[in-house]
């Protein structure tokens, strides 16, 4: 047996004093003290203590533990001793140190947290990155995020599914796509799984969700953008913006609500501190985030205009200073700055019923309710400046009983973000895709 335990699953509610168990994970640290020798072993759930007395040990043993390299694997079998003065409460007092893998030297980056290594290093050597608690940590906190969103809409009586990555047509306007050779033909890796995910309404799924990759060639190269991302996307019939917003908030306070009660320990290792956010958040329309924005900042926006990095900032300050939350709506965009499938308003179509939910450092999802009129979805799809017959394949599924429909995709990476307060995306993600990173 190469393990019988974890490291933290030795406590003495689980494990007697003195019951035999076998460890197995990483050469953490080794301290030779000349009489006594520690060596820490580590692995994914933290470290244990393997404590060597010189005189009440086996010779050769001894010096097996002392001449251990770091980062080397390691399995070790001993005898359990609680102990107050150790660091997690208890020491193994080894029988047998099995090596099972010898790790070169020097390491291509520091474990031990000693030495701040740069992200590019981290990113580059991220086998020996991950060993890092802090870095496992926001893993295991996107881990629960993402088993938290299933279980909310398993709970509110989704459908997961899964849409094609490789595709003919384009969905966002403004971000690029990625072209690849699809045989003898030009084909592009999926932005969103927007248009399928409209089809799946008018199949009758009514309730669906995905969680998958998406692919954008956006060209900047920011803290929060990538090239390959994870989106939560959702997409409900018979249903209008306000009701997928009311979703979108009870999905973010629940996923808070089980991060904070599933994983204490990495929320510790990480320094944060976290709040569910109050529900419901905020709703500000587009027209009130222009005075807003030209009222408390230098950056002055029309209408019309998108807004730029100051202004969300600038709004979320507000926000967070008048309510406290960092969690917010904004409703009612122009139609002509949001993408052709947002449903105008009938009453004054000028403005759309669609919405961004922020955050107060960034943009965290957008929604809308759709158009689910064929006659008017291929107008606004001709006055984006698109060509209708590469959607042949879409615009046919709203000709033969299309429900009303609404929905939003969400950013996986950016979520968690920040949830975490973390600086930059590629924190985020195990082998970020940004514009210079293709391996590993
Ligand atoms: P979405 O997810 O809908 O794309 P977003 O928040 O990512 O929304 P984008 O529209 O993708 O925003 O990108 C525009 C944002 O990125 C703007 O806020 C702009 O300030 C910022 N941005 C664009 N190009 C650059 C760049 N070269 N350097 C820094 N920031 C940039
Ligand atoms: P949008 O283009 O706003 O909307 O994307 C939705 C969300 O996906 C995330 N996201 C990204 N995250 C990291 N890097 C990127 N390059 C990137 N691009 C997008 C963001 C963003 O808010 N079809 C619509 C959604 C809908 O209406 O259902 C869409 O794709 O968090």
Redesign the pocket.
Known sequence: NLRTHYTADIKPDKVDNGQKVTLAGWVHEVRDLGGICFVVLRDREGKAQVTLVKKKIDKELFETAKRLVRESVISVTGTVKFEEKAPNGYELLPDEINILNVAGSPLPMDTTGKVEAELDTRLDSRFIDLRRAETTAVFKIRHESLQAIREFFVKNNFIETATPKVVATATEG??ALFPITYFDREAFLNQSPQLFKQILMGGGFDRAFEIGPIFRA?E???R??LNEATSIDVEVSFADHFDVMEILENLVAYVYTQVIENCKSSLEALGVELKVPKTPFLKLTYDEVIEIINSRSEEKMHWGD????LG?HTVGDYVYETTGESHYFIIDWPTEIKPFYAMPYEDRPEFSKSFDMMHRT??LS?GAQRIHIPALLKSRIESQGLNPDGFEFYLKAFEYGMPPHAGWGMGCERFVMTMLGTDNIRDTVLFPRDRRRLSP
């Open positions: 403004g971000t956006e900047h190269d920011t929060r953008h998108d807004l730029g990095t969300e960034m943009e957008s």
